[in-house]
């Protein structure tokens, strides 16, 4: 069944490392959630049951951090390497580049439903749908502050509101369809994240990574449980968590840009998101000699 076999990790993966670049670009892009990229690309699971499980799950700590190695690495180098190069696009082509997006999210979405397995509709699964739309299309529709100065000195102070804002951050992070940096602009730091992986600013981003972990581990923790015990249902309310901030990310047509491009823009990352949740992910996988 396909609950049996969702933790079957392929450690040292470089397409695990691509898939943690892509989660790591949409982690920086307010309104765009990390977790969705993750659960649309397939690496969802596995990475909640490698961060909740690390010592327990099947073939220990060593296969876990193996997995995540390359992951993590990704994550990092999407946000810093892509931090102004995303910023460029949202400038030179805002439309296309959130109709691209748009696209990779709805792209993965018959994938998501195959791998829900639930078989007939039930009420409660119509109700955990219609509650995860709600809830991200409410996050998405609640206007954006004004953003406050960034954090560019380490002291005791700024350190634990730094970590603060990690952990809260990391908690929307690994939560597919909810935004972690819109969840920093709501706290105002998302400018002190932004700028600290634009500039390298090595003290403030090595106490926002071990937050993040802090966070990531605390909820992949139940996350991983809910999969295990409830993993139908739990796709559900993803699927609704992930259909919602599609809907929520909607800029309209020739916003910013000719209509070409954002039909262009829905169209790659629609086909991204295809190509990821069919077979052309495990023959990739074998192209690159993944154990």
Do not use: C
Not at 60 to 75: A, D, S, T
Not at 260 to 271: N, S
Request: glycine share 16%; no cysteine; proline share 4%.
């Amino acid at each position: 069944m396909e609950e049996q076999k969702i933790f079957a990790k392929k450690p040292l993966s470089l397409v695990n490392a691509l898939k943690g670049v892509g989660v790591g670009v949409a982690n920086i892009i307010p309104g765009v959630s990390g977790g969705t990229i993750a659960v649309v690309t397939g690496l969802y699971d596995e990475l909640v049951d490698a961060f909740g499980n690390f010592f327990r799950s099947e073939g220990g700590w060593k296969r876990n951090l193996l997995f995540l190695v390359p992951v993590v690495v990704g994550i990092l180098l999407g946000n810093i390497a892509f931090a102004r190069v995303v910023g460029w696009l949202l400038d030179a082509a805002p439309g296309a580049t959130t109709w691209g997006f748009i696209g990779l999210i709805l792209g993965g979405v018959p994938y998501l439903v195959r791998r829900a397995g639930t078989g007939r509709i039930r009420l409660h699964h119509l109700a955990l749908f219609l509650l995860g739309f709600a809830l991200v299309l409410w996050m998405g529709l609640t206007p954006r502050p004004a953003a406050s100065p960034p954090i560019t000195e380490m002291t005791v102070a700024t350190g634990f509101l730094v970590f603060g804002a990690a952990f809260l951050g990391s908690i929307a992070m690994i939560i597919p369809g909810v935004s972690g940096s819109f969840l920093l602009l709501l706290i105002g730091m998302y400018s002190t994240l932004q700028n600290a992986f634009s500039t390298l600013n090595v003290p403030v981003v090595g106490v926002f990574v071990v937050g993040t972990i802090a966070g990531v581990v605390l909820v992949s923790k139940g996350i991983a449980a809910l999969l295990r015990n409830f993993h139908g249902s739990t796709y559900v309310a993803i699927i609704g968590l992930v259909v919602g901030s599609a809907v929520a990310l909607y800029p309209g047509f020739g916003a910013g840009g000719p209509v070409v491009l954002d039909l262009a823009g829905f169209a790659i990352g629609a086909t991204l998101s295809l190509l990821l949740g069919t077979g052309m992910k495990e023959r990739l996988l074998k192209t690159v000699g993944a154990r």
